[in-house]
């Protein structure tokens, strides 16, 4: 998969440096999902102010993809088919000294759209489910001034995503 960013705090406004940070690494899977209408599912975290892509972290026993398939039937309430890659993102967490591997597929949604199960932690987030034309969801994280730390690098990342897929032209055939 290709590397597309590497995302630091200067891209996100933050100009202090920290040295020798020890990074924990931790790996993500995310998707464009689409629908049969061509809207894809993005996810508003109203606690603080920004929208994301579905997905979120892979667990030890877990490859890539069985991770994306449990967590959009956790964050979107669906099976999915996976059709290709976008690429992928390498954030550059200082203050959580995180080092994030985030891998981007599109893929289409199988079966019927149930509900989402939210843990606690997206409850107390306040994470709304929306369905919107990939424009439209360039527009909302452009527009977005995300309250946290977190969500100013998950803007960038996912912004650089869905650039990406347009610029590669990418055609569903559902």
């Not at 891209?11 to 040295?19: E, F, L, M």
């Not at 398939?69 to 203050?95: A, C, M």
């Not at 591997?101 to 199960?117: F, H, L």
């Amino acid at each position: 998969m290709n590397l597309l960013k590497e995302i630091y705090e200067k891209h996100i406004g933050i100009s202090k440096k920290i040295d020798d940070i020890n990074y924990k690494i931790r790996k993500a899977a995310r998707t464009i999902l689409l629908d049969e209408s061509g809207k894809i599912a993005i996810l508003y975290v109203s606690k603080d102010n920004y929208h994301k892509l579905p997905g979120g972290g892979i667990e030890e026993e877990e490859n890539i993809i069985e991770a994306l398939k449990r967590e959009v039937s956790e964050e979107v309430g669906t099976d999915i088919e996976v059709l290709g890659e976008v690429g992928t993102i390498i954030e550059y967490r200082d203050e959580f000294k995180q080092l994030q591997i985030s891998y981007c597929y599109y893929s289409k949604v199988k079966g019927e759209i149930g509900k989402p199960n939210y843990t606690e932690e997206e409850i107390n987030s306040g994470f709304k489910l929306n369905w919107m034309s990939i424009e439209e969801a360039i527009d909302s994280l452009e527009k977005d001034e995300p309250y946290n730390y977190m969500g100013k690098f998950i803007k960038e990342r996912d912004k650089t995503f869905l650039k990406e897929f347009i610029d590669k032209g990418i055609k569903l055939n559902n």
